[in-house]
């Protein structure tokens, strides 16, 4: 109940926030989306309210978690490889969340962009938050957070060890796994992209590529192998000879079950406020 009504708050935020940014997005859409628009109908030296702020908050903190590393911290795009958000037209032309949520999901993973896997809702928030940067830059005349440098490494170690105690320490150890995995990672940038994601975060190859899945056409004849697709339709397999099949799926049939060692670190990602991830980082930054 809350959630329904909560969602038609941010729709009803998100259309109003649109009709706001575009009006200073200086573009041949602008001006085509501003025909109906009041001229100076509001006063682009105020701040505005583009979005819900609460949303755009949320939006900004798992932008923070799952997107910075590849796309930066600016938008502009990162060392991972993702292009510049600010200029990328799917995100300039969303108005909510049509565009960018299925690319967050998945929908651009053959270019390199791996699924997100984050809900509806979430997802959502992150194209609240983006479109409220890209609103922001007509109003700046500049990308917002230009030229401000960026240091990760703000957080509370001390807070940071107590966090891995009672969230990581289960299938990890500081002195055995993770021993010295700072001096694997020196980048702080690097070091924090691998821990969230727990694994390297090079699109294709990203860390998904670990699940493996188990078939069953016929009944005691599974078919295993790395999980190569998965969506509700189709499951794709490679085999241990190197082959890649494909079933089709219906419903349960046939039977899959996937694998996934990471699943329980993507599951985590939005449970992480800013600060957890400040801690957790500046932790093992100390594990030299
Ligand atoms: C592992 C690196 C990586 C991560 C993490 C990542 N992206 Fe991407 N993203 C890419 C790459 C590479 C592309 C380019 C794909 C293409 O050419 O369409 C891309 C493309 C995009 C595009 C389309 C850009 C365009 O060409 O118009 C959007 C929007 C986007 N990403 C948003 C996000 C958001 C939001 C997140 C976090 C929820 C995220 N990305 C996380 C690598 C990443
Ligand atoms: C349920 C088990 C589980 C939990 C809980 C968990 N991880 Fe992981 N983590 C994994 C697995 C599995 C991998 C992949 C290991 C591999 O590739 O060998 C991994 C990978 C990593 C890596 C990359 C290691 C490397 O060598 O590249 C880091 C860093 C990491 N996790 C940190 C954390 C932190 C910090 C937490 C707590 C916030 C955490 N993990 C919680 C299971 C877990």
């Known amino acids: 109940m809350i959630n329904i009504r909560f969602r038609f708050l941010a729709i009803g935020t998100a259309f109003l926030g649109t009709a706001l940014a ?3 997005w200086d573009s041949p859409v602008t001006l085509v989306a501003m025909a109906g628009q009041a001229p100076g109908s509001f006063n682009s030296g105020q701040p505005r309210a583009t979005e819900d ?9 798992l932008y923070g978690i799952n997107c910075q590393a590849c796309h930066g911290a600016d938008l502009r795009g990162g060392d991972m490889g993702g292009p510049n958000l600010l200029r990328s037209q799917a995100a300039l032309s969303d108005e909510h969340g049509e565009m960018i949520v299925p690319i967050i999901q998945g929908a651009r993973q053959a270019q390199g962009m791996p699924n997100i896997g984050l809900s509806d809702q979430d997802a959502g928030a992150v194209a609240a938050y983006l479109r409220s940067m890209i609103g922001a830059i007509g109003s700046q005349g500049k990308p917002p957070g230009e030229e401000k440098p960026l240091d990760i490494v703000v957080g509370d170690p001390g807070r940071g060890s107590n966090y891995f105690a009672a969230h990581c320490n289960t299938c990890h150890s500081t002195t055995d796994d993770l021993k010295g995995i700072a001096s694997r990672f020196p980048e702080p940038k690097t ?12 699109g294709r190859n990203s860390a998904a590529t670990k699940a493996t899945a188990e078939v069953t056409t016929k009944p005691g004849q599974p078919a295993s192998g790395s999980l190569v697709h998965i969506d509700d339709f189709l499951v794709t397999l490679r085999l241990s000879d190197g082959t890649e099949r494909s079933y089709r799926r219906d419903g349960p049939t046939p039977h899959v079950v996937v694998h996934d060692p990471l699943q329980k670190h993507r599951d985590m990602l939005p449970t992480y406020t800013d600060e957890n991830v400040h801690d957790i980082t500046a932790y093992l930054v100390t594990l030299k």
Do not use: I
């Open 53 to 61: 702020p609460a949303t755009v908050a949320h939006g900004k903190t």
């Open 191 to 202: 070091l924090q992209a691998r821990w969230l994601a727990g694994g390297p975060l090079t």
């Open 22 to 24: 575009v009006v200073c």
